[in-house]
């Protein structure tokens, strides 16, 4: 999963942009709406938990979650949401996924379109991408946050059950079975471990390598992404490094 760690990194940068170019508790909103559809116990509702624990460290107010819980169990009266995924190819023919979530898809599939053709890339059919990735939990953990030392966090992962992990400088990386991800999560706590981030993520199973200038193009796309509050997640199997 080589090069994964460099576009991690380029999103989070992307992200502090967004927070101050963007409402960021707009995103994080509509993934709390569009889990709670599927019932509001987090207990029960793992994907639920999840977007409520990125809201929360986020420092997003009670309310606006609760807001967003409540029009996801359909007790607002507000417009629902629609998710949407489009596999899309970008410079030196990458692929990428991007999930949107909308009250409006045809407002947002022309703003994606529009975004892809300025900065050389395009969107492709159903099918067309999908199939270079597979869905991966995974354990986002800042080595400076923790007392333990990357073999012993790694050690711990792999006896709970993880597939594979990536380090590069303070960040470490754990891969999961998606099924596995709180199980694996929980492990990790009990034994005092600071999770920056637990997600269900696209991970590309094989990367291509690309020239600087498709790199710079991707950041590029991958920035505008970041500003559109439909846009919810996106992924690419181009090499980071």
């Keep these: 999963m080589s090069g994964h760690s460099k576009w991690a990194t380029i999103k989070r940068k992307k992200g502090a942009l967004d927070s101050k170019r963007a409402n960021i508790f707009t995103k994080l909103a509509k993934n709390i709406t569009v889990a709670a559809r599927e019932g509001e116990d987090q207990e029960m509702n793992f994907k639920l938990k999840l977007a409520i624990d990125k809201a929360k460290s986020a420092n997003m107010p009670k ?25 899309c190819y970008g410079p030196e023919g990458v692929a990428i996924i991007i999930e949107t979530i909308t009250d409006n898809t045809n407002r947002t599939v022309s703003d994606i ?25 995974v354990l986002e953990i ?20 993880a597939l594979d992990v990536e380090e590069a400088g303070n960040e470490l990386w754990i891969y999961t079975d998606p099924k596995k991800l709180n199980q694996i999560a929980n492990q990790l706590k009990e034994n005092k471990i600071t999770i920056n981030e637990q997600n269900l993520n696209l991970i590309a199973k094989d990367e291509i390598a690309i020239t600087p200038e498709a790199k710079e193009k991707i950041e590029k796309i991958f920035e505008a992404l970041g500003e559109s509050d439909d846009v919810a997640n996106y992924y690419t199997n181009a090499q980071g490094e």
């Design 63 to 87: 309310d606006n979650i609760q807001r967003a819980i409540d029009r996801g169990a359909g007790n607002t009266g507000e417009t629902q949401l629609e998710e949407a995924t489009y596999e």
């Design 113 to 137: 379109k529009a975004l892809l053709t300025k900065h050389s890339g395009s969107l492709g059919a159903p099918g067309s991408a999908a199939w270079l990735f597979e869905k991966k939990g």
């Design 142 to 161: 800042n080595l400076a946050k923790n007392s333990q030392i990357s073999d012993e966090i790694q050690l711990i992962a792999i006896e709970a059950g």
